[in-house]
């Protein structure tokens, strides 16, 4: 039987040691991890950001699976491949499900006032943009946010802010933990609850993760 191809797209400023924690076949499953890339400009769309990344994408019909930040550029991403089965982690399918606050950050537009040399200092950076449940873990997530360059924080969090996806996508799986600070549940529609599953529960509960991506995709 071939086996199933798997690309994996980590969160924010992330890399693919969020990914250390899930157990999946390497009998059933060709398990790929894509790296973030360096934006072309500051004003690059989302849609031309996606399309680089589908190059990385060497298999037909893959799976994608985002975390995060990665769950919309696997959106973006499935708008150019075809692809087998598209599972966000901890993401949004919309920007309706997006929290008041980033709608507020992009009305006002003080998401540009972001003070982008945090990035070397991850303490900061958990207070800024993973909330004050986080901070007291901040040392333990460090070394899983290996992406520190300012160009593309600063692109990153624009796309994220001003991120235009209306309607979802079908057939979307979206696997969401019921204590998520970053993109709280109350605004997610149809989604696989994790109980007492927070915004870096890919590295928290991966077993219980990956039993839900192996269910859903081989079932």
Not at 31 to 47: F, G, M, Q, T, V
Not at 82 to 96: A, G
Not at 154 to 181: C, E, F, L, M, Y
Not at 194 to 212: A, P
Request: glycine share 4%; net charge positive; proline share 4%.
């Amino acid at each position: 039987m071939d086996k199933i191809a798997v690309y994996f797209i980590p969160g924010l400023a992330a890399g693919p040691e969020i990914f250390e924690n899930l157990n999946l076949s390497k009998d059933k499953y060709s398990i790929n991890y894509l790296e973030w890339k360096e934006p072309l400009a500051l004003d690059e769309s989302i849609s031309n950001y996606a399309m680089r990344m589908c190059e990385e994408v060497k298999e037909k019909d893959p799976v994608l699976v985002g975390v995060s930040f990665g769950g919309i550029m696997a959106q973006e991403m499935s708008k150019f491949i075809n692809t087998r089965n598209l599972i966000l982690v901890s993401s949004v399918k919309t920007n309706h499900e997006l929290p008041k606050r980033f709608k507020l950050a992009k009305f006002t537009k003080v998401y540009k006032l972001f003070p982008v040399n945090i990035v070397s200092n991850f303490e900061d950076y958990a207070k800024y943009f993973l909330g004050k449940s986080l901070q007291k873990r901040a040392k333990i997530y460090k070394t899983y946010l290996s992406v520190r360059s300012k160009s593309y924080i600063i692109w990153s969090i624009n796309a994220i802010v001003n991120w235009k996806q209306r309607k979802p996508i079908q057939n979307i799986i979206h696997i969401h933990g019921t204590d998520d600070k970053v993109f709280p549940i109350k605004n997610i529609d149809n989604c696989i609850n994790i109980k007492g599953g927070n915004h870096v529960m890919i590295i928290t509960k991966g077993k219980k993760i990956s039993k839900i991506i192996d269910k859903v995709l081989t079932c």
